[in-house]
């Protein structure tokens, strides 16, 4: 059974930083890829929307236009384990962050193409 599990969430400042986590065990692969997808407060009739991927074999990574220059996304040597860390925040950061698990960066930006889902944690960026 694949299990996602995210944490790292709260509230920040403007110009603030936090650090999201993600832990994936017992995903079918050895090797596939993590991303972050984000849902905006008074959105969710649209699609979630994908923040950013990292590949667990390589460490190639894909960024949205936003947060190019203020998020990095790293992974543990174990690849199991992905951080998101977000610099200088803003307010239209302010969302649920959920972390997926699929097969391919590729599709970081497609919500159906991924199909391990955590619950989410809130990222509210208020003064």
């Known amino acids: 059974q694949v299990q996602v599990v995210e944490s790292g969430g709260g509230l920040v400042q403007p110009g603030g930083s936090l650090r999201l986590s993600c832990v994936v065990s017992?995903?079918?692969?050895?090797?596939?890829?993590i991303t972050w997808f984000r849902q905006a407060p008074g959105k969710e009739h649209e699609e979630h929307e994908g923040?950013?991927?990292?590949?667990?074999?390589?460490?190639?990574?894909s960024y949205v236009d936003s947060v190019k220059g203020r998020f990095t996304i790293t992974r543990t040597n174990a690849r199991n384990t992905v951080f998101l860390q977000m610099n200088n925040l803003k307010s239209e950061d302010t969302a649920v962050y959920y972390c997926?698990?699929?097969?391919?960066?590729?599709?970081?930006?497609?919500?159906?193409?991924?199909?391990?889902w955590g619950p989410g944690t809130q990222v509210t960026v208020s003064s």
């Open positions: 017992g995903y079918p692969e050895d090797w596939y890829a």
């Open positions: 997926a698990a699929g097969m391919s960066c590729m599709y970081y930006s497609e919500p159906d193409a991924w199909d391990y």
């Open positions: 923040v950013s991927c990292i590949s667990l074999d390589d460490g190639d990574t």
